[in-house]
């Protein structure tokens, strides 16, 4: 009865030891959320403020090349890396959105003997030229205004607007003796190699002219092609249809393939050796909000909006206009940059970057119209980010085989190989967000190596705002050797900086940096042209 008694104590004191370490536990739990807090709103303020600075920096001009650097940039790259980005967000007393922002290009043109210089300009398109002319948004596109929604007879003025926004800033490309800039669903604007001034629309010899085409192309090596894209939507027919444009080293059309679908939206896609890999995000148009658009009280990008309700997929369009093979994803997924593609053993090998949600592009990049203001955390916490997947599916029937999520980082911007587009890569390169809430403004870069996968981080302050990572590989060879480019702009120290990593060991951070100007607004798609 004795030992049972004292069992009985034992017992009790363990419980009540439990519960007060549990107590304790708790109120520990509860203090760290609360500092978090704090952290958290501080973070977040940090983020809208870095942000909203980069987004309307004014960039100033180096139309004469000038020297930059110390003189000691990596023995052995030796070429011009072309990029492309955004002029500013703020035009006159208004602000636009990034994907209608003007474009800012620069060339950075490397010796090889350590020697690096410095050429920008504006990408002077008809609608740029009159609003730099008149100091005022003169076009309203699709998610921008001229005038606010809600105020009569201001609004009328967006009526009037063309909702196109004819601009040239999220990639640059060589092609066929061609430099050019382009946007999505806009024209091409070719450029002069050297100066960088714009020398009009760029047709490829007529073979795109009157289209507007995807900003981002695709080079198949092998072949020695460059594959342009282009993709027109039908509101009231709900289709997509894409066109895909192939061309020979001297720039002259050598295939022309189109394909139809259900609505939806595309901005990259991939190839393998027989097929373009489309990557489907579900789009709804919602038609009853066509007066307010009509009658300029609201955006265009009010009258769509993507499809929760839809599957992704990615769609193998034959290159030799054969059946079109879809891969259904088994539920909905928003891909906007596609990494790595090949096949093999009949199999479809596609590494995506991945939104398991997304609303409106409108307010993408936390822009709101309306408030003429950015807040990018709740927008990108809203969406949850993009993550790296590996998608494996049979190349001849669609089947999915695998959907694997690679890691939990919030990455885009991909890179990787430039002579190995629809080959098996090593490692991709991109930017990411290392965020406490929400992901965006991108604060870090990233490799991801798709054969051990293993992953490396370089993350930058908390005061800037990185920029799509280039790979310039030593040599046709998938070895990992090369350098990564990149820029940061810094809003602490008004200034921007070239960052160039060691690829083959990128996790220890960067061999050479250089300041090559001001605050500059955000950098978008780049290429580099070897020497």
Excluded at 243 to 269: A, I, L, M, N, P
């Amino acid at each position: 009865e004795r030992v049972r008694s004292i069992d009985s104590m034992r017992c009790a004191l363990l419980i009540v030891h439990a519960q007060a370490l549990q107590c304790l536990r708790t109120h520990a739990v509860r203090g760290k959320l609360r500092a978090a807090a704090v952290d958290l709103d501080a973070a977040n303020a940090k983020a809208k403020r870095v942000w909203a600075e980069v987004a309307v920096a004014a960039p100033e001009l180096a139309p004469d090349t000038r020297p930059f650097g110390d003189g000691a940039a990596p023995a052995g790259l030796r070429g011009t890396w072309y990029v492309n980005g955004l002029a500013s967000c703020r035009v006159g007393d208004r602000l636009v959105h990034p994907f209608e922002a003007h474009g800012f290009v620069k060339a950075f043109t490397f010796d090889g003997k350590g020697g690096a210089t410095l050429t920008t300009r504006f990408v002077e398109t008809p609608c740029q030229q009159l609003e730099s002319r008149f100091q005022r948004p003169l076009v309203r596109g699709a998610m921008s205004n001229v005038a606010e929604f809600d105020k009569f007879p201001d609004h009328l003025l967006n009526a009037a607007s063309p909702s196109t926004r004819s601009v040239a800033q999220l990639a640059v490309r060589s092609w066929a003796g061609r430099l050019f800039a382009g946007t999505d669903n806009a024209p091409w604007y070719g450029l002069d190699a050297t100066t960088l001034a714009t020398l009009g629309i760029e047709t490829m010899g007529g073979a795109r002219a009157g289209q507007n085409p995807l900003a981002h192309t695709r080079r198949d090596a092998k072949r020695n092609r460059l594959i342009a894209a282009a993709a027109a939507f039908d509101a009231f027919g709900d289709t997509t249809t894409t066109t895909f444009w192939e061309f020979d080293e001297d720039g002259h059309q050598v295939s022309k393939v189109e394909d139809t679908d259900r609505s939806f939206v595309v901005h990259d896609y991939a190839i393998t050796d027989e097929h373009y890999v489309l990557p489907v995000s579900p789009l709804a148009f919602d038609l009853d909000n066509i007066p307010d658009f009509a009658l300029g009280r609201a955006p265009a990008t009010d009258l769509f909006a993507f499809d929760a309700t839809q599957h992704g997929a990615l769609k193998l369009v034959s290159r030799s206009g054969g059946a079109t093979v879809k891969v259904d994803l088994g539920a909905f997924a928003c891909v906007f940059h596609m990494g790595p593609c090949w096949v093999e053993d009949g199999k479809l090998i596609a590494h995506v970057l991945l939104f398991e949600r997304y609303g409106s592009l409108g307010n993408a990049m936390g822009f709101d119209v309306r408030s003429q203001a950015f807040d990018p955390i709740p927008w990108s916490r809203g969406n949850g980010g993009p993550t790296l997947r590996r998608v494996v599916a049979d190349a001849a029937t669609g089947e999915l085989l695998e959907m694997t999520r690679l890691s939990d980082l919030k990455l885009d911007m991909p890179t990787f190989h430039p002579l190995r587009d629809g080959l098996p890569n090593r490692a991709v390169f991109g930017t990411a967000g290392v965020r406490p809430d929400g992901w965006f403004p991108f604060n870090a870069l990233a490799k991801y190596d798709l054969v051990s996968d293993e992953e490396e981080v370089w993350q930058t302050n908390d005061d800037s705002v990185v920029s799509e990572p280039y790979y310039v590989p030593r040599s046709d060879a998938d070895d990992g050797e090369g350098w990564v480019l990149s820029l940061v702009t810094d809003t602490a120290r008004d200034a921007t900086e070239l960052l160039v990593f060691d690829a083959a060991r990128f996790g220890d951070g960067p061999v050479w940096t250089a300041t090559v100007g001001e605050l500059w607004p955000w950098n978008v798609h780049t290429t580099f042209v070897p020497e």
